[in-house]
């Protein structure tokens, strides 16, 4: 059973009228792709309900970036649900899916909304925040607004986009919101390069320039697990600088995977992160991986 | 019945236990006055529970404010409160009240908190916010965090923070929080001066000079009432450029009641909103009057 719900009015009723049951919540900007299936097939089997939203939000997008280009294709997302729920035999299993895929911005935002969820610069103004100037508001406030129509149990986030689980996890936590954040793993296409709506912006040879991105992650992680962390920094500096002497990186940072910061003496795991400017697309990517103190 | 709970720990135990019922809400600084309590008895009238909470909450403070002096008075509050019930027969009539008092400030805001909900500058730039900036992001941010560990069905509010009143209707409606938000008439001593824990601070002198307040307020009011609007305008600016040729003012305007903007071709009613300086003492006021358009 899929239904589509096209406007915020018909979702409210659709929400009131679902018994007390488990709800899981993948929220997207459509354009579906392997990534995203991963979530809705995790939420299938972990919940009653699972309620995919398709929202392009126009207050994460910044004024020269792509919201105007950024793929719409509903009819074919929902075809690849559909598949998806009926090959894994769903139905049988009693699961339920609903689209809530709301036609207009104003249906998220009304008229007179002006309100705005901020997490602050500690883990908003590195990484993708400070290249992308109010970009995890967007982020929050739709995160969040999304949140107050779905109310689920769980909501799951692809840790392609790391940073923006852990501005979401924040703040979950600061505002109480009874809700589990699941960090789902990121999935790559057969050469490595991480599943994105924007990798098909990609021609050929930016395809291939673009498999740097991957790479050098790879390469820093091997680093790090071969090495003691002490021994590691310094080899990883290098090829770091190596890389960034060709490419157009956006940034390129080893982090401690909690907090952001430059791994300290409590760093447990770090986030290796980079962003790629390939031609006109922005192309992020992470591994995670833990230090080695005493090898 | 009348709980005490000093952590938020004790506090969320407390409401999970609640029954099913109405719950009124009425968040403080605390040093309560007869403004207060009108908004306690109120709820105690309206709700099964009320809860009131007292926090003295620094993030609605500038660097250079009060924070530091505001009066911590919780054992004169909380037997104020005790009259009030006693005396209006609440016990009787079933009535029960919580008092919620953070002992620590880490109680609201944990030592990780790191979010912020603002209302945008077209409510909060104008009036208290043009001169005290990040004033309404602080009292929108303590009152989501309080709304969301009290989870009541009504709030109350006093209208001498006129402005305060909308930007939390803003916030409520925006952010899609089931809360019914009350306003309550302000209270006034028998000269006419606002009741605020503020006033305290006051010399005899001050007092007097802090009469001016109501007073110009109530003569252009009058001056709206008995004038077609359009008549009224310019006796309007001429009192207004008249009283701030002397005291203190930090604003004396008269502004559209529900947008705050001038007043335009559709207002209907306006609020008469000042602030003044007595000494260290800023002290606020308004007044709201209907306009005349056929008269």
Known sequence: MIEILRSTHQFLIFRQN?????????????????????????????NDWTILSIFVNPKQFGPNEDFERYPRTLGRDVSLVRDLFREGGFEEKGKKIAFFCPEKV????????????SVGNELTGRLCGKSRPGHFDGVTTVVFQLFSL?????????QKDYQQYLVIKRMISDLNLNIQIIPMPIKRDKDGLALSSRNQFLTGDQKTEALVLPKILEKIKKTIKENNWLTAQPIIKE???????????????????????????????????????????RLIDNKLVELNYVR
Do not use: Q
Request: net charge negative; aromatic share 8%.
């Open 18 to 46: 679902l018994p007390e049951c488990a709800v899981g919540f993948v929220p997207t900007m459509g354009n579906l792709h392997s990534g995203h299936l991963s979530l809705v097939k995790e939420s299938l089997e972990n």
């Open 239 to 281: 090829i770091i600088s190596d890389y960034k002497r060709s490419h157009s990186w956006d940034y390129l940072e080893v982090l401690d995977s909690t907090d952001l910061k430059e791994p300290h003496e409590e760093s447990h795991t770090v986030v290796i992160a980079g962003a790629l400017k390939v031609g006109e697309t």
């Open 106 to 117: 104003s249906e998220v935002y009304p008229p007179d909304y002006n309100t705005t969820i």
């Open 150 to 158: 779905v109310k689920p149990n769980k909501a799951y986030f692809g």
